[in-house]
């Protein structure tokens, strides 16, 4: 019984900090689950008269580990503090050390495929993406990215040609 008893403390402390907290901090709705993780990059595309990047850490987390690109690339793990810039990516930097028409799409006029200003722009290849059987988690966008799973391109589990519009390396063998 006394056992009972603390455990029921605990519980009532732990919801009645809950409640406190979520009114102390007003903290936002979460987004949907395609569009979690997803951000605008608008550090110089408004003063440039182009709509915003739209970015989906989902997509690129396919196929890389966090560190690939806020490590080795450079990005700031703050939004919008990273000096990307269209030379930059044409000189192989950023986004441009990957979108060179050899791993990923490259850069020739196609402005519009990234700087769309839609945060829910891969909404479509998330739906699909979703479907397949990676480990889950009740939080974020529903996939438990630190799983042993995870911890390796996506190509040990699915094809990435299973995924709609997901560019698959020519050179990748398998």
Request: aromatic share 12%.
């Amino acid at each position: 019984m006394k056992n009972f008893i603390g455990w029921l403390i605990i519980l009532l402390l732990g919801l009645g900090i809950s409640a406190v907290e979520a009114a102390f901090f007003n903290l936002p709705q979460l987004p949907p689950a395609e569009e979690y993780g997803n951000i605008l990059i608008n550090r110089a595309s408004a003063a440039n008269n182009v709509k915003s990047v739209s970015f989906s850490h989902w997509q690129h987390r396919l196929k890389y580990t966090c560190r690939v690109c806020h490590s080795e690339l450079g990005f700031n793990m703050k939004t919008n503090t990273t000096e990307i810039t269209e030379l930059a990516n044409r000189k192989g930097k950023y986004c441009g050390a990957c979108h060179n028409g050899k791993i990923a799409f490259r850069h020739n006029g196609n402005c519009d495929k990234c700087h769309n200003g839609n945060i829910a722009y891969a909404q479509g290849k998330f739906d699909v993406f979703s479907k397949f059987p990676f480990a889950r988690t009740s939080y974020g966008d529903g996939i438990n990215w630190w799983s042993p799973s995870h911890r390796y391109p996506l190509s040990c589990q699915v094809r990435q040609d299973q995924i709609p519009g997901y560019f698959v390396r020519q050179d990748a063998g398998s």
